[in-house]
């Protein structure tokens, strides 16, 4: 027996690990674009579980990194870390995210909320900060808007989520 543990820990990978959790919640198909979108997150977070990567867009000239807490835009490169965000965006500050066309440039505008209200409540309007960022194609961008404004339903929708109780879960399995 001891020969064969041994023979198991001489393999090498074949491949990235996946993702070990989709945006709904289950074990995704693999893929090597999101195997590596997970690396890269994994690297801008430190290795931070709680933080969960959604969805990675390669552009011609940066990287839209989709997470279940923060959409990065990356400049490109081969080792991905915290210098290369070139516009970072959490869902907190996050108003919406829009398709926008300028002069025959498509863009992908996220709006900012405001920083702070007198009536505490944020709703488009001069003060927001707009920042856009240039996509090649309309049908590109309007997926990334897309993807951007589910991720964010989604940290919205864990966010009025009851956090679990291990003993319910206990107590349910005695039954």
């Known amino acids: 027996m001891a020969s064969l543990s041994n023979h198991r820990l001489s393999v090498q990978r074949v491949r990235k690990p996946r993702c070990c959790k989709g945006p709904q919640g289950l074990l995704p198909r693999f893929s090597s674009s999101q195997a590596d979108g997970q690396e890269q997150l994994f690297r801008l977070t430190d290795s931070i579980h709680s933080e969960f990567f959604i969805a990675v867009e390669p552009i011609d000239t940066y990287c839209v990194l989709i997470s279940s807490k923060v959409v990065y835009f990356l400049k490109p490169g081969e080792y991905v870390d915290r210098e290369a965000i070139f516009l970072e965006v959490k869902y907190d500050d996050l108003y919406h ?55 964010k339903s989604l940290y919205y929708e864990q966010q009025l989520m009851l956090p679990p109780n291990e003993t319910e879960d206990y107590l349910l399995l005695d039954s």
């Open 97 to 151: 995210c829009l398709v926008s066309k300028d002069h025959g440039k498509v863009y992908v505008q996220l709006t900012k909320k405001a920083e702070s209200t007198s009536s505490g409540v944020a709703i488009p309007g001069p003060s927001h900060q707009k920042p856009m960022v240039h996509v090649k194609t309309e049908s590109l961008a309007i997926k990334i808007s897309q993807e951007i404004n589910y991720a």
